[in-house]
């Protein structure tokens, strides 16, 4: 069913875009993508060498510049020629990566924001919190004044920076000059629930949950292997543990898993169904308009990035569903159950039905890198945005990503 969480006059709202009425239709509007552009130069594959490298020095990185032009940044505490070489040859000398030098690391910087949400959290007020690794700040968004905001988040930005180790080689700056108090937010958070063959399990069908009479409509995920064997995925608001789970006219299995129901803090939207109970048939791919793509390796929370181009395939959209990346890591509050929510975004909305879908990069021969599973639509002084739980939250609740 289609839900809208927040009451129009709150300043914050959060929609679940996985919840539709089996028999509801879908709406009229086509989803337009944009047009392919010419890719940045990929460093993702460096990132962990880049991490390890500089330890908390690393500062994350993010990418600008027009369409077939973009630079990759690549922030370094206290940068220093040497730093600027080595940055070089782990990156393959590419001759768009350039190095900055900034303040504070992309560990403190994740720690500060932590630390942040939670104790916005605690006060019960809508708010989105994220780490902008381009001004290498932690930037609150507060639907009321900046001072109230600013008291909280200053403080816990310390506590949560102090928790992590620091570089020997560069002082320590204070978290609090780090965070950015934007006032006076419209932000709005909402999720969507309604491509039917089976088996095999593929991620981006349709499947159906038994709710009680309901019938609630929603998008397949990637899936997971943990010690109970394999586990098919969709979104966690979209059901209950116990509910029944149908794809196309087959009867798959009960829920599991929920990382939604029950939590203040939602990390993971996502539930779990089992594959290797009945046996079913599965291949580690997207369903994509016109074929498949093979799902060949995941992204890190960290190698999720402002300005890299990221895409979802649900049964509403349906396909070539394509955005940037506009959010990292980000903590917003709340839905109706009061749900805080840890996401990352894009800018390209969902609709109704696609809860669940796959989230990732497209690459050569018909490949898939996963980063996430689609929850939500969030809205924020006028701009929708689709936000999901990235691949690294859901591994820790689900277990590995099924790769082919």
């Known amino acids: 069913m289609r839900r809208s969480l927040l009451p129009p006059a709150l300043a914050v709202a959060v929609v679940l875009t996985g919840a539709l009425p089996a028999a509801a239709p879908a709406p009229v509007s086509a989803a337009v993508a944009p047009a392919r552009a010419a890719a940045a130069p990929d460093v993702t594959a460096a990132v962990p060498a880049l991490q390890q490298a500089f330890g908390p020095r690393y500062g994350g990185y993010w990418i600008d ?29 590419r001759p768009r990566v ?53 008291a909280l988040a200053r403080p816990a930005a310390r506590r949560g920076a102090g928790r992590v180790r620091h570089a020997a080689t560069a002082p320590a700056a204070d978290m609090a000059a780090a965070v950015a108090v934007e006032p006076h937010a419209a932000i709005a958070v909402r999720p969507l629930d309604t491509r039917n063959t089976f088996p095999p399990y593929e991620a981006g069908k ?114 070539q569903n394509c955005g940037t990346v506009v959010r990292t890591n980000s903590s917003i509050c709340c839905d109706a159950a009061h749900h805080t929510f840890v996401f990352s975004c894009i800018n390209f909305p969902s609709r109704p039905g696609d809860s669940g879908s796959p989230v990732f990069a497209r690459g050569a021969n018909l490949t898939a890198v996963a980063a996430g599973a689609l929850s939500s639509n969030v809205t924020i002084n006028g701009q929708v945005l689709m936000c999901f739980s990235t691949i690294q939250n859901l591994e820790a609740f689900v277990g590995k990503l099924v790769t082919g």
């Open 65 to 93: 510049g027009r369409p077939g032009a973009e630079r990759v940044h690549v922030q370094v505490v206290a940068a220093t020629a040497a730093d600027r070489d080595r940055v070089r040859a782990l990156t393959g000398g």
């Open 98 to 150: 350039v190095t900055d030098s900034v303040a504070r690391g992309y560990d403190a910087l994740v720690a500060a924001k932590d630390e942040v949400a939670a104790a916005l959290a605690a006060k019960g007020q809508p708010f989105a919190v994220d780490v902008d690794v381009r001004r290498n700040a932690v930037v609150v968004q507060t639907p009321g004044d900046a001072a109230p905001a600013a």
């Open 206 to 319: 349709g499947i159906t949950i038994a709710a009680g009479s309901a019938r609630i409509r929603c998008t397949t995920g990637f899936q997971f292997h943990n010690g109970f064997g394999m586990f098919g995925t969709t979104a966690g608001h979209c059901d209950h543990i116990g509910n029944g789970v149908a794809i196309g006219n087959v009867i798959v299995d009960a829920v599991r898993m929920n990382g939604y129901q029950g939590r203040s803090t939602v990390t993971a939207d996502v539930s779990a169904y089992s594959l290797s109970g009945n046996h079913w048939a599965y291949r580690a791919v997207v369903h994509v308009q016109g074929g498949h793509r093979r799902v060949v390796g995941r992204y890190t929370n960290a190698q999720i990035t402002n300005g890299m181009q990221l895409c979802f395939e649900g049964i509403t959209s349906d396909g």
